[in-house]
C-alpha cells in the first residue's frame, strides 16, 4: 500500500491532515514546532491531542536532544523512560535512532530500546517529531486515553503498526548498505533516509540501491526535500512505495504587538511572527501524485 509522511507542525494542521488522508493510507509526522518542541513532542500532553484528534495510528519519536545521535548514558535513561510513556498514552509506534561514535548502528542500544517498545512498532528515523500511520482503522476509535492499555495496540490494527522506524540516524552512517542490514537484524520495520545527502533527489541513487538490497524485508522510506515537484521522479527513480514531506507552508502570526528587537533562542533564523504550518491542500497534492504513480 502506497504511504506519504508528512510533518504537521499545528494542533489545527494535525487534525486537517488527519482527514485530508484518512482515506488513503499514508504516514503522517506530527511535531508542534520543528525546530523547538519536536524533540519533546512524546511528553506533557501533544500525545494525548493527537490521539483524541484523529482516528489514525500515531507513531512518537524518541529523540531526547538536537545534535548527534551519540547519547551518553542519562540521554539514554531519558530515551527509555519515553518510551514507556509513550506506550502508556497510547502511541501505536515507535522512532528512533542510536549511533556509535564511529558512524555505526549501536547495536546494544537498539536493542535494549526496540524490546522497550514491543509489541509496538520501530522506524530508524530521519526526521523530528510523531510520525503517524495515516492507514484507516477496521473498527473503533483509538483506546480511550482515561484507559491506557500499555499491551497492545488496537487489536484491529496491530499487524499494520506494529512497527519500529529509524530517523536521520541513518543519514549519519559509514557504511548505508552494512547498516540496513543490521536494522533488518534488530527488527527494525522500517527506515526513512535521504540518501545520505541533502535531500532524497540529491541521494536518490542511494536510495533505489537500499530498495533494490531491501528486497521488500524492510521498508525504505525516501524523505528530505520532496515536493509536488519532484514526488514522481523519486517514486518512479527510486520504486518507493512509501515517501516523507513536510508539506509546509509559512502563516503569518496573529499578534498585532510585535517587538522585533527579541528573538526566541532557536528562532534567530525565523521570524517570531511566521509559523510553519502543514498546507492541507499540499497533502492531497502530494497523495494524489502518490496514488496515480502507486495504486
Not at 482515506?23 to 514546532?33: H, I, K, Q, S, T
Not at 539514554?76 to 548502528?105: C, N, P, Q, S, W
Not at 522497550?116 to 486515553?145: E, N
Not at 559509514?174 to 526513512?192: N, S
Amino acid at each position: 500500500m502506497k504511504r506519504q509522511g508528512v510533518s504537521c507542525e499545528r494542533k489545527l494542521a494535525w487534525i486537517q491532515s488527519g482527514k485530508a488522508g484518512a482515506a488513503n493510507g499514508f504516514l503522517m509526522e506530527v511535531c508542534v514546532d520543528s525546530v523547538e518542541s519536536a524533540v519533546n513532542a512524546e511528553r506533557g500532553g501533544v500525545l494525548q491531542v493527537v490521539k483524541q484528534s484523529v482516528q489514525i495510528p500515531v507513531f512518537v519519536m524518541i529523540r531526547p536532544r538536537g545534535g548527534d545521535f551519540l547519547y551518553s548514558d542519562r540521554e539514554i535513561e531519558v530515551m527509555k523512560t519515553d518510551i514507556r510513556l509513550a506506550k502508556l498514552y497510547g502511541a501505536d509506534g515507535l522512532v528512533f535512532g542510536a549511533l556509535t561514535e564511529d558512524g555505526h548502528i549501536d547495536k546494544e542500544l537498539c536493542m535494549s530500546l526496540v524490546a522497550i517498545c514491543r509489541p509496538l512498532p520501530v522506524t530508524f528515523h530521519r526526521g523530528k517529531g510523531l510520525l503517524a500511520d495515516m492507514q484507516p482503522r477496521k473498527g473503533s476509535f483509538p483506546p480511550s486515553l482515561q484507559q491506557p492499555n500499555v499491551q497492545s495496540p488496537c487489536p484491529s490494527t496491530s499487524r499494520n503498526i506494529s512497527s519500529v522506524l529509524f530517523i536521520s540516524a541513518f543519514d549519519m552512517v559509514h557504511d548505508p548498505v552494512a547498516a540496513l542490514e543490521t536494522l533488518l537484524t534488530l527488527g527494525f520495520e522500517r527506515v526513512l533516509t535521504s540518501g545520505c545527502d541533502s535531500s532524497a533527489l540529491e541521494g536518490l541513487p542511494l536510495i533505489k540501491r537500499l530498495i533494490d538490497q531491501a528486497k521488500g524485508r524492510i521498508v525504505v522510506m525516501p524523505g528530505g526535500g520532496i515536493t509536488d515537484r519532484n514526488l514522481q521522479r523519486i517514486l518512479e527513480g527510486s520504486g518507493a512505495t512509501e515517501f516523507h514531506c513536510s508539506a509546509r507552508s509559512s502563516r503569518d502570526s496573529g499578534m498585532k504587538f510585535r517587538n522585533s528587537s527579541v528573538a526566541m533562542g532557536a528562532s534567530l533564523a525565523n521570524s517570531e511572527y511566521s509559523l510553519k504550518v502543514t498546507d492541507v491542500a499540499k497533502v492531497r497534492t502530494l497523495n494524489a501524485i502518490a496514488k496515480n504513480i502507486l495504486v
